[in-house]
T-cell receptor, first 118, second 113 residues
Framework: DTGVSQNPRHKITKRGQNVTFRCDPI?????LYWYRQTLGQGPEFLTY????????KSRLLSDRFSAERPKGSFSTLEIQRTEQGDSAMYLC????????????????FGQGTRLTVV | GEDVEQSLFLSVREGDSSVINCTYT??????LYWYKQEPGAGLQLLTY?????DMKQDQRLTVLLNKKDKHLSLRIADTQTGDSAIYFC?????????????FGTGTKLQVIP
């Protein structure tokens, strides 16, 4: 396993367009998290899944954002009608929650998708 | 809400020790983490400490926790150019996952050869 993979690495889009990002977690990890990171800030939690169930969304996740993890493996994050304020790095992370040990305390992050809305 | 603060920038010479500081506000924090982010890469866990510990040492890394002052530090001994990165501290109330983890703003460490 090569770790958490995110695609695309970079996305430039015009304001008002829809974009979709993909995250492939580490295969045996049952939890998958999405974060947003803006310049000079740490990651901010957006939403997470345990297997295919979306268990929590933060208030940062407006109605224009939707995330899915249909088979409990990869996940997609879609932003509709993008705005310039959506420009950020979108990070995905996965963990092995529930198995005990360090897996519960370490999150493995992907390289992120950098979104620029022009 | 929870707030985690770090200084933005630290510059050290190769071979010197680096000390990166962090303050947090949530007294219920159970775990405190240090993550490293290199350019173009995701965050990588360096080390973590339980809130009932004062110190943890792991090779060149030493973590000190002052729970009374809610102050966490990361000392890197014999700093190398490969240590140049952004370092994030994070607090975790261990609600059962990373959804409640709060990350700091990050400290950019520059190592001068």
């Amino acid at each position: 396993d090569t770790g958490v993979s995110q695609n695309p690495r970079h996305k430039i889009t015009k304001r008002g367009q829809n974009v979709t990002f993909r995250c492939d977690p580490i295969s045996e990890h049952n939890r998958l998290y999405w974060y947003r990171q803006t310049l000079g800030q740490g990651p901010e939690f957006l939403t997470y899944f345990q297997n295919e169930a979306q268990l929590e969304k933060s208030r940062l996740l407006s109605d224009r954002f939707s995330a899915e993890r249909p088979k409990g493996s990869f996940s997609t994050l879609e932003i509709q009608r993008t705005e310039q304020g959506d420009s950020a790095m979108y990070l995905c992370a996965s963990t092995t929650y529930g198995t005990g040990g360090l897996g519960d305390t370490e999150a493995f992050f992907g390289q992120g998708t950098r979104l620029t809305v022009v | 809400g929870e707030d985690v603060e770090q200084s933005l920038f630290l510059s050290v010479r190769e071979g010197d020790s680096s000390v990166i500081n962090c303050t947090y506000t949530d007294s219920s924090s159970t775990y405190l983490y240090w993550y490293k982010q290199e350019p173009g890469a995701g965050l990588q866990l360096l080390t973590y400490i339980f809130s009932n510990m004062d110190m943890k040492q792991d090779q060149r890394l030493t973590v000190l926790l002052n729970k009374k002052d809610k102050h966490l530090s990361l000392r890197i001994a014999d700093t190398q150019t490969g240590d140049s990165a952004i370092y994030f501290c994070a607090e975790d109330p261990y609600s059962g996952g990373y959804q409640k983890v709060t990350f700091g703003t990050g400290t950019k460490l520059q190592v001068i050869p």
